[in-house]
Antibody, heavy 119, light 114 residues
Framework: EVQLVESGGGLIQPGGSLRLSCAVS????????MSWVRQAPGRGLECISV???????FYADSVRGRFTISTDNSKNTLYLEMNNLRAEDTAVYYC?????????????WGQGTLVTVSS | DIVMTQTPLSSPVTLGQPASISCRSS???????????LSWLQQRPGQPPRLLIY???NRFSGVPDRFSGSGAGTDFTLKISRVEAEDVGVYYC???????????FGQGTRLEIK
């Protein structure tokens, strides 16, 4: 059974840093394209970062230069390192799995972890 | 980035009646490989999104057959043949034609029971 479990969210002051984790099971994280998608309170969905097999990474303009996506294959875990956090980064952060080549849609989502950036 | 526009933003429906949601993209979603990477997601209250339909019209595993997708190019539709109480939530269309450089979502359509 495919499962994605996020952790690491919380309350952080503007300018601070946080690392989110997404522990996966039922598949090997290094064999799938993975993303972080966030949802601000009462708002829609924004895909902010993607990591491909082979570790190529992509970022939305809103987070490029501040956030870093990575994986640890020994822990079968996806990460999002977030630096210089701003109030507008407040959101529920979901890790998401893309099905694969010729099927880039997201087939599984984690439950999400809430990040609140406030003084 | 491709902009996805959904209509309506809110849809009150009577139980047992059909519902339809439209999604229009700012440019064609036909990929150079010939596929169209348009999917539909459901987000029930307090839950993460869940995949319903991918590549326009393919139902994901476990999705009831009352959900169907159609369309081509820039215009797409999600239909629910007979709405049930468990269908309440927000529905999003999503394009992955520009994956991995860009994945974008519609603004969401709230389905509620009259």
């Amino acid at each position: 059974e495919v499962q994605l479990v996020e952790s690491g969210g919380g309350l952080i002051q503007p300018g601070g840093s946080l690392r989110l984790s997404c522990a996966v099971s039922g598949f090997t994280v290094s064999t799938k394209y993975m993303s972080w998608v966030r949802q601000a309170p009462g708002r829609g969905l924004e895909c902010i970062s993607v990591i491909l097999t082979g570790d190529r990474t992509f970022y939305a303009d809103s987070v490029r230069g501040r956030f870093t996506i990575s994986t640890d294959n020994s822990k079968n875990t996806l990460y999002l390192e977030m630096n210089n956090l701003r109030a507008e980064d407040t959101a529920v952060y979901y890790c998401a799995r893309h099905q694969g080549d010729y099927n880039p849609h997201i087939d599984y989502w984690g439950q999400g972890t809430l990040v609140t950036v406030s003084s | 980035d491709i902009v996805m526009t959904q209509t309506p933003l809110s849809s009150p429906v009577t139980l047992g009646q059909p519902a339809s949601i439209s999604c229009r993209s700012s440019q064609s979603l036909v990929h150079s490989d010939g596929n169209t990477y348009l999917s539909w997601l459901q987000q029930r209250p307090g839950q993460p999104p869940r995949l319903l339909i991918y590549k326009i019209s393919n139902r994901f595993s476990g999705v009831p057959d009352r959900f169907s997708g159609s369309g081509a190019g820039t215009d797409f539709t999600l239909k629910i043949s007979r709405v049930e109480a468990e269908d309440v939530g927000v529905y999003y269309c999503m394009q992955a034609t520009q994956f991995p450089h860009s994945v974008t979502f519609g603004q969401g359509t709230r389905l509620e029971i009259k």
